[in-house]
């Protein structure tokens, strides 16, 4: 799908203002959908509330579409790595003329976002406001087309519609005679019912009214995924939201049989939006699971074991249990003095019958937690080490296999954080945190030698820098390559400088099949050997800190079997053709995907297509570039069938093209977007639209682009003299329908628009 802009992946943590001083600004700036998430600090923002008169209320007015009122608050024109931006504490409000809230520093929030936006003008007010010790904005919101207030709703029932129904949806005429409702029969305002459901999963979502669609108003459910567990001698109770933002059913895991109790009631906390809280209980179901005990045991007790008289100086974990709807969650913070390998491993122990069982890593590799305080435009900015180590429990006896590994550990405090699932398929997790240790430096400047059939060259690995340094990315494409890592720039590095593998890529695993390798670096390891039989692309990520680093490599590229390749994206066959805009790859969809956007194999393995791809939108950014990817079937947007430019969805590659042909691995199964551009100085990316011919080639896994001068350069007509159609593929068609076609009359070709 197109991308989104997403900053889950930031890792900085957000500081929010003290009330010393009432925070001094020029302006505010809003970054949201109707500016594709364009940062103020780049001159195309455009969204700025000002203060013109100097009375500390910063105002502005600014036309919305439909859809387009979600977004976040900066009070500087900066990016997204500054702490100066601010969204909600809920996930939706509703507005109504003048709705004022208080807005939250930081990636703590989530996006402001109007759930019942009637396009028209917003017009907007902030001022700084003191809250508990802190200077933050309150945020005072107007819609022209607006309702006045916010009414209770009012319906007669709520309706289930789920695994009991088939799905399916009461209609006007079969509401009265729907089993599964629930009625307010005392006039109490709580609507009510009792239903037998056999034991099992059981999944519905909740409709108010009749003759409803899934994302319309009447339907209520989940924003987020949230499979809950319903124990005996409790109520689970859930408030659900409607509309396009609440995609997700109410899911009971762990239904036991008999006869669930539901109720439901119009609740409205905020005073800004009315929703129905649901409460479920159950007669027949299990008690909740007890809290395991759980023990911390390593080199610092001697691997002992606890026994049901003493701890034997193993750590057990005390400091916080909780329960989550699905799971249960223990922490413990503990204190290591500063060492150069700390090994311990995770130990839950029955004191009624003397078992013990341990936590398996899925990864025994060792790690590297630091505090880290870097300067970012000027400004500290604390980051936190973190790992996450998921296993399973089980009876084994050697520390070997459930022991984990820190390395160069400076001193200070972890914390640790058990999450464990009822559901005893799913994998426990361990989030280990570095919390209170000393604070390192940014990292010295690390290289990577290339030696590709025996050309050696020495590459600055900060050339492939994200997140400030801690994690380099190198591609490098061939089959006779080696890479070795070092502190030196230089070609012939001290061995003592240098850090590699002490095995090979086969004996982790990493093939021609884009499979991926975790893999520890120690001093003075072999060169990492790319030895492959298919030429490809090797991607390294090397996240490291100081004397240890772990790596990742992925093999993309190589090939693989097609009989046919779609497009899919922004691509139409003309400026005023037939456009894709991202159709659903679905088998509901085959007729237009085999009429216009299957490429056409113009030699084994390798299928060709030229596309147009128009400029959408005015401003720049990779965002505002049109994008595409491609499928090997029509099995929806699953990543089966997905050929694209990184495993990562909603991620767009921008592809840099003005002469020439450009190629690029595929990354099968990947969920990635190429998008087209003409300058990427500065990130300043330029598309004005183009005719692109596009080629993917199976046989080494490579997809290659180039502009084209028309859809129409190999398009031949021969002795043809009867009138005909052909699509801008140069596929012949018996009855052209809207869009653009090539006409041949007596021998003669135009390109014509039928309409």
Same mark, same amino acid.
């Given at each position: ?13 957000a ?32 969204? !700025? /509330? $000002?203060d &013109? #008169?100097g %009375?500390?209320? +910063?105002?502005?007015?600014? =036309?919305?579409?439909? @859809?387009?009122?979600? *977004? ?8 997204w ?59 005072t ?30 209609t ?8 599964? !409702? /629930? $009625?307010? &029969? #005392?006039? %109490?305002?709580v +609507?009510?019912?009792?239903? =037998?459901?056999?034991? @099992?999963?059981v999944? *519905? ?13 009447s ?10 567990y ?38 409205s906390?905020d ?25 911390i ?11 049901a ?9 005390t #400091?916080l ?8 969650v ?37 790690f ?24 399973a ?23 640790l954080?058990f ?6 398929s ?29 050309d ?23 089959k ?58 090797m ?11 772990v ?67 005015d ?14 079937d ?22 840099l ?6 190629s ?64 801008l ?27």
């Amino acid at each position: 799908m197109k991308k989104l802009l997403t900053f889950g992946t930031l890792a900085l943590f957000a500081m929010s203002m003290t009330a010393a001083e009432k925070p001094q600004n020029e302006a505010f700036y809003l970054v949201g959908v109707m500016n594709q998430w364009t940062t103020p600090d780049r001159d195309d923002s455009n969204f !700025k /509330l $000002t203060d &013109e #008169d100097g %009375d500390g209320i +910063y105002t502005g007015q600014y =036309e919305i579409g439909s @859809g387009q009122a979600e *977004f976040k608050l900066f009070s500087e024109p900066e990016g997204w790595d500054s702490q100066n931006y601010y969204g909600y504490s809920s996930d939706i409000i509703l507005l109504k003329d003048g709705t004022s809230v208080i807005l939250e520093p930081g990636l703590s929030s989530s996006n402001i976002l109007i759930g019942n936006w009637v396009p028209g003008t917003l017009s907007l007010s902030a001022e700084w406001v003191e809250e508990d010790g802190t200077w933050l904005p309150r945020l005072t919101l107007k819609g022209s087309n607006q309702p006045e207030e916010i009414v209770k709703p009012s319906n007669e029932a709520f309706y289930l519609v789920g695994d009991m129904t088939d799905w399916e949806i009461p209609t006007n005429a079969d509401a009265g005679g729907w089993k599964y !409702k /629930l $009625t307010d &029969e #005392d006039g %109490d305002g709580v +609507y009510t019912g009792s239903f =037998e459901f056999p034991a @099992g999963k059981v999944a *519905f979502s909740l409709f108010s009214q009749p003759g409803g669609t899934w994302f319309d108003d009447s339907c209520y459910r989940l924003r987020y995924v949230d499979n809950s567990y319903l124990f005996s001698g409790e109520d689970l109770t859930l408030t659900l939201i409607n509309g396009f933002h609440g995609n997700n059913n109410i899911t009971i895991d762990n239904w036991n049989g008999g006869y669930m109790e539901i109720s439901v009631r119009w609740e409205s906390p905020d005073e800004l939006d009315w929703k129905p809280t649901i409460t479920i209980t159950g007669n027949n179901q299990p008690a909740r699971p007890a809290i395991p005990d759980l023990y911390i045991i390593g080199d610092f007790n001697g691997w002992t074991l606890p026994t049901a008289t003493s701890a034997n100086g193993a750590i057990k974990v005390t #400091d916080l249990t909780t329960y989550r709807p699905s799971s249960i969650v223990e922490s413990q913070r503990i204190d290591f003095e500063k060492q150069e390998v700390i090994k311990f491993g995770i130990c839950q122990f029955d004191p009624k019958t003397g078992n013990h069982s341990f936590f398996i890593p899925n990864e025994n590799l060792p790690f590297t937690l630091y505090s880290v305080k870097i300067n970012d435009n000027g400004e500290e900015i604390t980051r936190e080490g973190n790992i996450s180590l998921s296993g399973a429990w089980n009876n084994l006896n050697e520390k070997d296999k459930y022991s984990m590994t820190l390395k160069d550990w400076q001193g200070g405090k972890l914390d640790l954080y058990f999450d464990l699932p009822f559901d005893e398929s799913i994998m426990p997790t361990c989030n280990v945190y570095a919390t209170e240790t000393p604070f390192i430096p940014e990292p010295a400047p690390m290289y990577y030698i290339l030696d590709s059939n025996g050309d050696k060259s020495c590459h600055n690995s900060y050339e492939f820098n994200v997140n400030s340094g801690y994690h380099l990315f190198a591609s490098v494409e061939g089959k006779d390559v080696a890479i070795s890592i070092s502190s030196e720039n230089s070609i012939n590095p001290d061995p003592e400088n240098c850090w590699g593998i002490e095995g090979s890529l086969e004996d982790f695993g990493l093939d021609a099949y884009n499979n991926k390798a975790q893999i520890s670096v120690v001093k003075g390891g072999k060169p990492i050997s790319w030895n492959f039989p298919y030429e490809g692309t090797m991607k390294i990520d090397f996240n490291y800190l100081t004397s240890t680093a772990v790596i990742t490599l992925n093999y993309v590229g190589g090939p693989f079997k097609a009989d046919k390749i779609y497009v899919c994206g922004d691509v139409m066959t003309a400026p005023d053709g037939v456009k894709n805009s991202f159709m659903s790859p679905s088998a509901s969809n085959q007729n237009e995907y085999d009429k216009y956007w299957r490429l056409e194999e113009t030699a084994p393995g390798v299928f060709t297509g030229t596309y147009y791809l128009y400029k959408d939108v005015d401003y720049s950014g990779v965002d505002a570039l049109p994008q595409f990817r491609f499928f090997s079937d029509l099995l929806g947007w699953s990543a089966e069938a997905s050929l694209g430019s990184a495993e990562a969805d909603f991620y767009c590659l921008p592809v840099l093209l003005n002469n020439g042909a450009v190629s690029y691995p595929i990354v099968r199964r990947g969920l990635g977007n190429w998008g087209p551009c003409t300058s990427i100085d500065g990130d300043d990316y330029v598309w004005e639209g183009n005719w692109v011919k596009m080629t993917v080639d199976s046989n080494h896994g490579i997809a290659t682009f180039e502009l084209a001068d028309s859809g129409v350069d190999e398009i031949q007509i021969g002795h043809e003299t009867k009138e005909s159609w052909y699509n801008l593929q140069g596929i012949k068609v018996d009855r052209p329908e809207k869009g653009m076609f090539i006409h041949v009359v007596n021998g003669k070709s135009r390109v014509e628009v039928v309409k």
